[in-house]
């Protein structure tokens, strides 16, 4: 069973920085998809970043420049760090996961595994 579990959100005052992790477990296929999204309060979930097995990212552009994700396959691990936070940023964060994709995606129908999210606050 495939399992994503995030950690490290927090409350954080803007110009601020964290980082996220999710364990991915149950999940070892030589080439997947897996990304970070975010939903805030009275909006729909927006892809932020993603990564695929070859290393190759993709940012959306309200994060890029900001936010770097990033992958430890010893531990099994997706990371998330965000800089220079500011209220826009506040949110649920999901990391997420797909076997192999033609292009790897920060479209929220092409991953079938999700976590339960870790929330982000930033305070201005």
């Known amino acids: 069973e495939v399992q994503l579990v995030e950690s490290g959100g927090g409350s954080v005052q803007s110009g601020g920085s964290l980082r996220l992790s999710c364990e991915v477990s149950?999940?070892?296929?030589?080439?997947?998809?897996m990304g970070w999204f975010r939903q805030a309060p009275g909006k729909e979930r927006e892809g932020v970043a993603s990564?695929?097995?070859?290393?190759?990212?993709r940012y959306s552009d309200s994060v890029k420049g900001r936010f770097t994700i990033s992958q430890d396959s010893g531990k099994n691990t997706l990371d998330l760090q965000i800089n220079s936070l500011g209220p826009e940023d506040t949110a649920m964060y999901y990391c997420?996961?797909?076997?192999?994709?033609?292009?790897?995606?920060?479209?929220?129908?092409?991953?079938?595994?999700w976590g339960q999210g870790t929330q982000v606050t930033v305070s201005s």
């Open positions: 990564i695929d097995s070859d290393g190759n990212t």
């Open positions: 149950g999940y070892t296929p030589s080439s997947y998809c």
């Open positions: 997420a996961a797909e076997r192999w994709l033609p292009l790897c995606t920060i479209i929220e129908a092409d991953f079938s595994y």
